[in-house]
């Protein structure tokens, strides 16, 4: 049974986006959030990805099919108790078990692995991912003992009651949300979570898996991401915001260090299922979208929108829309649409 599991919350509504679509459904860098997440979960899950969804909710399902697990929390009772929906459905099918949010679309496969080689290679009860950040984080604060190892999770409100507020809100190492279990263990112990009082009534956190592995002196671990936008989520509009600027920060600088030249980063837009062939050069305001290819030595923009569109070496598309055709090599467009009904030749 040495198989990896990933559970993905994705119960919440994300009241604070004022949106009739579920907030993890809101696009970034072309995709909705989730789907990023599911597709670094798939690359590295031994089982489909169990999505925990919401009553009703069937925005979900209609994204993913049946390439993914379904449970659904009844009552939104916290992390903890969406966790705990998961339980019947794997109990037992993996030894190793991720939990994380639905709406963190940066978290990348390679950390995922990571996190689960650590738990696999150190046997810790839980293996956690944290970020250092700023003290006026709203993040908990990881609290680390004198070996090294994570002693507990405290939450900022949490913090302002204790006497040793000061120095816990000084702590810099936050904690980004992402767990890797040791799967016997956490079904074994999530049901036993304090319920506990939240602004929004009594909820179950998941973070109390960590107090419950210490008082057992089982080792809980955190990773610290050399990447804190992977730790970026979405909750409101402005957030939305943040989190897409830091994917096309990404996604940028992944093409200027393959040999593609960007006039103006901050103004080019590169959804994530593009190709681009090397020294192909991109002018500012150019948006290259869904599953777009882009040969060597291109010219394109400023001022272009190619969309789902094949593109041959050596074209020039400039202040053009070009859309769901084929461009043949060495073509130039100037100004106007061109899609398979109006193809350039």
């Known amino acids: 049974m040495n198989k990896l599991a990933i559970v993905l919350l994705a119960a919440g509504q994300g009241t604070r986006m004022k949106s009739k679509k579920q907030k993890i459904l809101h696009e970034v860098g072309g995709k909705p959030m989730v789907q990023h997440l599911f597709d670094a979960a798939v690359s590295v899950a031994d089982l489909p990805p169990l999505l925990v969804v919401g009553p009703g909710e069937t925005g979900v399902q209609a994204l993913f ?40 679309p940066l978290l990348q496969a390679k950390t995922l692995a990571r996190l689960a080689q650590t738990q696999a290679e150190t046997g810790a009860a839980v293996v956690m991912l944290s970020v250092m950040g700023e003290t006026s984080s709203s993040f908990g604060r990881v609290v680390r003992n004198e070996s090294g190892s994570v002693a507990e999770i405290v939450e900022v409100a949490e913090a302002k009651q204790r006497p040793n507020t ?6 810099r190492e936050l904690n980004a949300g992402v767990y890797c279990f040791d799967g016997e263990w956490l079904w074994d112990n999530i049901e036993n979570l304090p319920l506990r009082q939240a602004r929004s009534g009594q909820e179950y956190y998941l973070t109390d898996m960590i107090e419950t592995a210490v008082s057992q002196n089982r080792l809980v671990e955190a990773i610290i991401t050399d990447d804190p936008d992977e730790c970026l989520g979405a909750g409101t509009r402005q957030e939305l915001t943040a989190v897409e600027k830091a994917f096309r920060r990404r996604a940028n600088g992944r093409w200027l260090a393959n040999g593609v030249t960007l006039v103006d980063p901050d103004t080019i837009f590169i959804d994530p299922d593009v190709m681009i062939g090397q020294d192909t050069i991109i002018w500012p305001n150019s948006y290259l979208q869904g599953g777009t290819t882009i040969g ?8 272009a929108i190619v969309r789902d569109a094949q593109i041959g070496d050596g074209c020039v598309i400039e202040q053009a829309v070009v859309e769901r055709t084929k461009l043949a090599a060495e073509t130039r467009v100037w100004g106007g649409r061109y899609d398979h009904e109006n193809a350039a030749s």
């Open 65 to 104: 099919g049946s390439r993914a697990e379904y449970v659904t929390q009844p009552e939104r009772l916290g992390t903890g108790h969406a966790a705990m929906m998961a339980r019947p459905i794997l109990k037992g099918r993996a030894a190793q078990v991720i939990v994380t949010y639905g709406d963190m």
């Open 166 to 171: 000061a120095e816990l809100l000084a702590i």
């Open 296 to 303: 060597e030595d291109c010219v394109i923009g400023p001022n």
